[in-house]
């Protein structure tokens, strides 16, 4: 029973490059959230994903940001053009729709912009 | 949604009970109360979730009394390896988006 999956689990990316990350939510569940974690700091919630819908992008940057949940494959989460301050570490999470009030999180992708 | 104050850091020593108090008091009616536990370099990890009087798990407890502006996170004999940040937060999954706003945690450190 595999939890929530995240890859890569460390990203270097070059200022002005393009990140990639990717979700894959537990088994059954088609709930999916991002939230970012910088150092010393709780999360900040992102985007919150159902399948082929985005619900609430409230927290996403309103440039260089997206984020898809496609009806087959993981959730991406994509970052254009990145910059130092974008380095963080970045968790998916997920929820089955019967109950939304708890979300499992994944190990995280640690993004280091150089 | 809910804000939530806890404390920013508790130390205790192994075989100890470490009690968490988190305070909310502008708790909803439908709000549920959710602890996470977070180790460094690792995504948040559900502890246990409570609507009122008491909950317990194999990992913890969780204590709610009745006005639910507060809950306890109760661990049982510590060991140095619940060092981490613990997360108090509420929500009912359904407003605001399901986004759960993460406040600052509290930092427990085990000693020997």
């Known amino acids: 029973n595999a939890g929530v999956m995240q890859n890569p689990r460390h990203l270097v990316r070059r200022r002005g490059q393009e990140a990639r990350l990717r979700c894959s939510p537990m088994k059954g569940h088609s709930h999916v959230y991002w939230y970012r974690q910088l150092p010393e700091e709780g999360l900040k919630f992102m985007v919150y994903?159902?399948?082929?819908?985005?619900?609430?992008e409230s927290g996403m940057p309103k440039e260089r940001f997206s984020a898809e949940f496609p009806k087959e494959g993981p959730s991406i989460l994509r970052i254009q053009q990145v910059v130092r301050g974008d380095s963080a570490a970045y968790f998916c999470a997920s929820s089955p729709a019967k109950d939304l009030k708890t979300q499992y999180f994944g190990p995280g992708t640690r993004l280091l912009v150089l | 949604l809910a804000k939530t104050t806890q404390p920013i850091s508790m130390d205790s020593y192994e075989g100890q009970e470490v009690n968490i108090t988190c305070s909310h008091n502008?708790?909803?009616?439908?709000?549920?109360i959710t602890w996470y536990q977070q180790f460094p370099s690792q995504g948040p990890r559900f502890i246990i979730q409570?609507?009122?009087t008491k909950v317990t798990n194999e990992v913890a407890s969780l204590f709610i009394p009745a006005d639910r502006k507060s809950s306890t996170l109760s661990l049982p004999r510590v060991s140095l390896s619940d060092t981490a940040v613990y997360y108090c937060?509420?929500?009912?999954?359904?407003?605001?988006?399901?986004?759960?706003?993460f406040g600052g945690g509290t930092r427990v450190l085990v000693k020997p």
């Open positions: 937060l509420v929500g009912d999954g359904k407003a605001a988006g399901n986004k759960l706003t």
């Open positions: 994903l159902q399948k082929e819908n985005i619900i609430d």
């Open positions: 502008n708790i909803a009616t439908n709000d549920y």
């Open positions: 409570g609507y009122k």
